[in-house]
């Protein structure tokens, strides 16, 4: 189970020239990101979050996935706290971010797996069954030996999930997995996603999405983010059957 307990994120922001000057000593002012957030996820469960821009779903993501720590409140993964057992909380988590320079572009797709594997501390004969293994899941048996930077976004975004299933995390986190891609690479890897990598129920997802289309398709819950601030969970099903459309749900809790 995954639970965040009246958690804040605050983050400085960085000093321009003219301040760093005049007022070298004076206390860079800070925003808030998230605010006595407190949000619960069971194990196995499949949850989106939604919200504007700079609402604050990818701050939330990556405390779960222990990349930052809250300023104040609690964290914890499967009992773990992600300040005080960070190494031991994120041992279960993995991150696929919507980034396409987090890879080595010169490099092939196995190339890179392999990198990325010994990073896990993955070695020898079970790194390469790993990568086989995780080749096919993602459908890129056919390309795994070109470079990346051949590779489509589409493609880009299968290694990304690869590379975060790595050590068969118990849970896994993406962000905005198809903002690059068109509605057929969109809907293939949403496939993917809902056949084959939680065809068994056995991970967790975190999913961050603008998509509703995505939320129905892949989500059994919703939780809406406004201005740092969780305004609703609820069940993606009971939405749609109370409201008509998860839409008007939508427009009704961030207006």
């Known amino acids: 189970m995954i639970s965040l307990e009246n958690v804040t994120v605050r983050y400085p922001i960085p000093k321009r020239y003219r301040e760093l000057v005049l007022h070298p000593f004076r206390r860079a002012k800070r925003v808030?990101?998230?605010?006595?957030?407190?949000?619960?996820?069971?194990?196995?469960?499949?949850?989106?979050?939604?919200?504007?821009?700079?609402?604050?779903?990818?701050?939330?993501?990556?405390?779960?996935?222990?990349?930052?720590?809250?300023?104040?409140?609690?964290?914890?993964?499967?009992?773990?706290?992600?300040?005080?057992?960070?190494?031991?909380?994120?041992?279960?988590?993995?991150?696929?971010?919507?980034?396409?320079?987090?890879?080595?572009?010169?490099?092939?797709?196995?190339?890179?797996?392999?990198?990325?594997?010994?990073?896990?501390?993955?070695?020898?004969?079970?790194?390469?069954?790993?990568?086989?293994?995780?080749?096919?899941?993602?459908?890129?048996?056919?390309?795994?030996?070109?470079?990346?930077?051949?590779?489509?976004?589409?493609?880009?975004?299968?290694?990304?999930?690869?590379?975060?299933?790595?050590?068969d995390p118990d849970v896994l986190i993406l962000d905005e997995p198809t903002r690059t891609l068109d509605p057929v690479a969109a809907d293939d890897l949403t496939q993917l996603i809902s056949d084959r990598i939680h065809r068994d129920g056995k991970k967790t997802l975190l999913i961050a999405t603008h998509r509703l289309d995505e939320v129905a398709a892949l989500c059994r819950r919703m939780c809406v983010i406004q201005n740092g601030h969780v305004v609703a969970v609820d069940d993606v099903s009971e939405v749609q059957g109370r409201e008509g459309s998860l839409l008007a749900y939508y427009r009704e809790q961030v207006a």
Do not use: C
Request: without cysteine.
């Open 32 to 167: 808030t990101a998230l605010e006595q957030v407190s949000v619960t996820v069971d194990t196995g469960d499949r949850i989106a979050f939604l919200g504007p821009n700079g609402a604050g779903k990818t701050t939330l993501l990556k405390l779960v996935g222990g990349l930052i720590l809250p300023t104040e409140g609690t964290v914890r993964v499967h009992g773990l706290d992600t300040v005080s057992n960070n190494t031991a909380a994120r041992r279960s988590v993995g991150f696929v971010m919507n980034e396409e320079r987090s890879f080595y572009w010169r490099l092939t797709g196995v190339q890179n797996l392999e990198f990325f594997g010994v990073l896990d501390n993955l070695s020898g004969r079970d790194l390469h069954r790993r990568i086989a293994e995780l080749v096919e899941l993602v459908g890129l048996q056919d390309s795994a030996h070109q470079s990346v930077a051949s590779y489509s976004s589409g493609m880009r975004q299968r290694l990304a999930i690869a590379r975060g299933l790595m050590t």
